[in-house]
C-alpha cells in the first residue's frame, strides 16, 4: 500500500539585516537578485530560474540542487504582495515527479530604525511521509541557510 499520510509543521525564524525593507523587498522582487541568494547549499548547489512574474496571481518556478546531483523544483504563487512590508506565496517542492511537500510562506518586513527584521514563517505540509520525521528541522536549516546568503547579496549596490 501506498504511503498516502501527511504531517504538518510550522517553522518560523526571523533575523536582522542593516538595510531599509524597500532594499531587503527587492532581493526577493527581482530575479536576478533572487538569483544570487535564494537556494540552500553551498558553492556546489545551483539554482536555475524558470519563471519569476512578481505580482499576485504570478507564478514563480525553479529548479536547484547540488550540481550533478538530484535535481528539485519549486512552484509557487504569489497571493500577496504589500511593496516593502509583505510577500505571501504558496510553495510545493518536488524531486523529479514526486510532490515532497506543499505550504504557505509569508514573509513580512518590519523597520526596526535604520534597520529592517525579517520574519519567514513556512506553514508546511509533508506529503507521503517524504522528508520523514525530520522535516521540519531540515525546512528550518534550509531557510536558515538561505536568508543568511542575503547579508552578502545585500552589499551588492
Known amino acids: 500500500m501506498n504511503d498516502t499520510t501527511t504531517t504538518h ?62 535535481r528539485y523544483s519549486e512552484d509557487c504563487r504569489y497571493e500577496d504582495i504589500v511593496d516593502d512590508h509583505r510577500i505571501c506565496f504558496s510553495m510545493t517542492i518536488a524531486n523529479a515527479e514526486r510532490r515532497l511537500t506543499t505550504s504557505m510562506v509569508t514573509v513580512e518586513l518590519m523597520a526596526k530604525g535604520a534597520r529592517t527584521e525579517l520574519k519567514v514563517t513556512d506553514q508546511l505540509t509533508v506529503l507521503d511521509g517524504s522528508d520523514g520525521p525530520a522535516s521540519a528541522r531540515e525546512r528550518e536549516a534550509g531557510w536558515l541557510e538561505t536568508i543568511g546568503k542575503l547579508t552578502a547579496e545585500l552589499a551588492h549596490p
Not at 525564524?13 to 538569483?35: C, N, S, V
Open 9 to 70: 509543521h510550522t517553522v518560523s525564524l526571523t533575523k536582522t539585516y542593516d538595510a531599509t525593507p524597500r532594499r531587503l523587498f527587492a532581493a526577493w522582487a527581482d530575479a536576478t537578485r533572487l538569483a544570487r541568494w535564494y537556494v540552500p547549499g553551498d558553492a556546489t548547489w545551483d539554482l536555475r530560474i524558470v519563471e519569476h512574474d512578481f505580482r499576485v496571481g504570478g507564478r514563480k518556478h525553479l529548479t536547484f540542487g547540488p550540481k550533478g546531483g538530484p
